[in-house]
């Protein structure tokens, strides 16, 4: 655990790069073998319009970082915050307790909060108009979600008081975990259904991408599933039902056009229907 809380302590920018990349890579080459739905759409295409977006959000964090590392700085030195009060425990423990805590105000509470206020929501349904979701899906988010999103991790790692070197291993797992369970991939349901009862399963994410709701406002969460279980917006539906994208914008040249997607939020919205 030292070597691990080590490396992420001064992991370097390429690194995560590093890792950003072969992540989509390995679960690219996976859904290509084993895909789970057989998309008829120019892949190439698609994955272009998303990585572009996760470019933005790569910069976005890039810029403002010095506020999280200024923000963990201080609650260290200050013994501030909800890890700085827990009487003593094992490394392991601390390190558990502090991941679950983030990706509770930096996943799940962000992205329950996007669903239900709408000026927010206005820039997380640049996320929910694809209708061809693979791996590349994880990270398709806005610049303004980005920036949405940022200001949340901020506040969690104010109010539960994270060293930097926890907040960069939050940040590296929720990568390779918004790109699995993004991951056009089968699982064998039995796999898939164990795992959603400790992480977010592909499967169990997939329904949080159905076009209606009440499943587009369900399974939150990014890293751990229990959250979501926790607090009752958990909802499961056979993946043969699941139909992508968002009803409120069905039409290709609104989701997959770049031009159009920087815009969306700036548009006149649809109300999305309650089904």
């Known amino acids: 655990m030292n070597e691990i809380i080590s490396y992420f302590s001064s992991i370097p920018s390429s690194h995560r790069s590093l890792i950003l990349v072969a992540g989509i890579t390995i679960f690219w080459m996976i859904e290509n073998a084993y895909p789970l739905f057989k998309f008829n759409y120019k892949k190439w295409h698609h994955a ?38 827990l009487p003593k425990m094992s490394i392991l423990l601390y390190t558990l307790i502090g991941l679950l805590l983030l990706d ?6 962000v992205h329950l909060v ?16 694809d209708t061809w979701i693979d791996t590349t ?8 979600e980005s920036i949405i999103r940022f200001a949340f991790t901020a506040i969690g790692v104010f109010i539960i008081g994270s060293p930097m070197w926890m907040v960069f291993l939050y940040q590296t797992l929720s990568v390779i975990a918004t790109q699995f369970n993004h991951a056009n991939i089968a699982l064998p349901k039995k796999v898939d259904t164990l795992l959603s009862y400790f992480i977010v399963s592909p499967d169990m994410h997939k329904v949080h991408h159905h076009h209606v709701m009440p499943y587009t406002d369900s399974n939150y969460g990014n890293i751990f599933s229990i959250w979501d279980r926790l607090f009752g917006t958990f909802r499961t539906l ?12 069905p039409n290709p040249t609104e989701h997959n056009n770049l ?4 815009k969306i939020p700036f548009q006149n919205q649809p109300v999305k229907e309650k089904k």
């Open 48 to 85: 272009g319009i998303n990585i572009f977006l996760t470019l933005t959000t790569i910069i976005v964090n890039f810029l403002l970082a010095f506020i999280l590392l200024k923000t963990a700085d201080w609650t260290i030195n200050n013994n501030f915050g909800i890890l700085q009060w």
């Open 137 to 144: 899906t994880a990270n398709r988010h806005h610049p303004g």
């Open 104 to 109: 509770l105000i930096g996943a799940y509470l």
């Open 238 to 249: 056979p993946k043969e039902e699941i139909i992508y994208g968002i009803d409120s914008h």
């Open 114 to 129: 996007e669903h239900k206020v709408k000026f927010l929501w206005r820039f997380h349904l640049i996320h929910h108009t």
């Open 259 to 262: 031009k159009n997607l920087l």
